[in-house]
């Protein structure tokens, strides 16, 4: 079947505190696999696509990396303003269907 | 920068009732999507519309219809609304439906079925 998980649920971290998000995926034939963030009452808010394993892609405090199973979304050095849920989804061949994880949701502390 | 709009934002129904969730897109985008969030369950897709002319079931689309009105506007309708659909309800739209293409979201419709 299908599938995709994040790690933890949630995360709380400390104003600077690194750490690092996981996204594991089963699914048969990877298209693309995509980070989004998304604020309380908000809509997802797009941050990432990864085509193939190895690559890697920045923005300011965040870098997403992939692997032939997993997918990381580490942050560096986080603020307060980072707080939001981050979503992992990915696509799969002969298909228009994102599968979403259910998210973790991650509180910077100041 | 409008991109995708929802209305209503909030939505309250009687078992039973009717309503149509309404999506517009200024985006020139050939795909549509709608997609239903729930808690500890992620986002799944509904239904979604290739391009201007075509719609088809994603992964829970009982209990729904669409309608793609035109290339901007894709509506979801639910007939007979029932307390399972209570429900965050997102549209969304993507230039193609290929993995090159990002999705965007709207700022979602909060149902609530009593």
């Known amino acids: 079947e299908d599938q995709v998980t994040q790690s933890p649920e949630a995360l709380r971290l400390q104003e600077g505190e690194s750490s690092s998000l996981n996204c594991s995926y089963t699914?048969?034939?990877?298209?693309?696999l995509f980070w989004y963030r998304q604020d309380p009452g908000k809509g997802p808010e797009f941050l990432f696509t990864l085509y193939s394993a190895g690559e890697e892609k920045e923005k300011e405090r965040l870098k997403a990396t992939l692997t032939k199973k997993e997918s990381f979304l580490h942050i560096t050095a986080p603020k307060p303003e980072d707080s939001a849920t981050y979503l992992c989804?990915?696509?799969?061949?002969?298909?228009?269907?994102?599968?979403f994880g259910s998210g973790t949701r991650l509180l910077v502390r100041p | 920068n409008a991109g995708v709009t929802q209305t209503p934002k909030f939505q309250v129904l009687k078992t039973g009732q009717s309503m149509t969730l309404q999506c517009a897109q200024d985006m020139n985008h050939n795909s549509m999507y709608w997609y239903r969030q729930d808690p500890g369950m992620g986002l799944r897709l509904i239904y979604y519309s290739a391009s201007e002319g075509t719609t088809d079931k994603g992964e829970v689309p009982n209990g729904y219809n669409v309608s793609r009105l035109n290339k901007r506007e894709f509506s979801l309708r639910l007939e007979s609304a029932a307390p399972s659909q209570t429900s965050v309800y997102f549209c969304?739209?993507?230039?193609?439906?290929?993995?090159?293409?990002?999705?965007?979201f709207g700022e979602g419709s909060w149902l609530t079925v009593v």
């Open positions: 699914v048969s034939g990877l298209r693309g």
């Open positions: 989804a990915v696509l799969m061949d002969s298909s228009y269907k994102l599968i």
């Open positions: 969304a739209s993507s230039e193609n439906g290929g993995a090159g293409n990002t999705i965007y």
